[in-house]
């Protein structure tokens, strides 16, 4: 039996008017008290096996969760915006970001990615992830991965998974049993 436990990061002091996918941005001052809520939600994290998405915004707190250095992996990085990165969204050309939105799923961002290559690569790291002899897992990453992982796992079409709600913070729980992966919750808070 393997428990994985899918983590997002706490919340950000960052200006929601601009685009961040993998860029680096601040954390907000309440980190120790969401860190340490979170911690509450993942009972057996001190004998598992950390990962991280490479922005400090995550690795920070899988550094809190476990008490020591974590390892990190590029397939848990946000949506890659590409050139968009870190540009006010009413900077970005409107014709451009308005076909990007009617086709997110399909349509690469100008030198960044689409959902559908994001899901590549995450659902890529969880099966080797899951192949492995791992007790327990903690992986500490963006709620667009949380909802890809979901995606796979529970078959949600790309179009429903904009609807999943995954809080700051927030904790859910997949369990791997004789081959079979169940979901034990979802943005748990």
């Known amino acids: 039996c393997v428990d994985i436990y899918l983590v997002r990061h706490t919340s950000l002091n960052a200006d929601k008017a601009i685009c961040y996918g993998q860029s680096e941005v601040h954390l907000a001052s309440t980190f120790l008290q969401e860190a340490s809520d979170t911690a509450k939600l993942i009972p057996d994290r001190h004998n598992a096996v950390f990962l991280a998405s490479p922005v400090r915004r995550c690795v920070q707190l899988a550094e809190y969760l476990s008490r020591r250095p974590s390892q990190s992996d590029a397939r848990l990085l946000d949506l890659n915006f590409g050139v968009w990165e870190l540009k006010r969204w009413e900077q970005i050309d409107q014709n451009a970001l ?21 899901f590549n690569r995450t659902t890529a790291f969880f099966d080797e992830i899951a192949s492995k002899n791992h007790k327990t897992v903690v992986i500490v990453t963006h709620a667009s991965v949380i909802r890809c992982l979901l995606m796979y796992v529970l078959a949600i079409p790309f179009e429903k998974s904009f609807d999943i709600r995954i809080a700051y ?21």
């Not at 399909?106 to 559908?116: D, F, K, R």
């Not at 927030?170 to 943005?187: A, C, L, P």
């Open 98 to 118: 308005d076909e990007w939105m009617r086709n997110a799923v399909n349509l690469q961002c100008p030198n960044g990615e689409s959902y559908t290559d994001l």
């Open 169 to 189: 913070g927030s904790v859910s729980k997949f369990t791997i049993e004789d081959g079979s992966i169940g979901v034990d919750f979802i943005n748990r808070i």
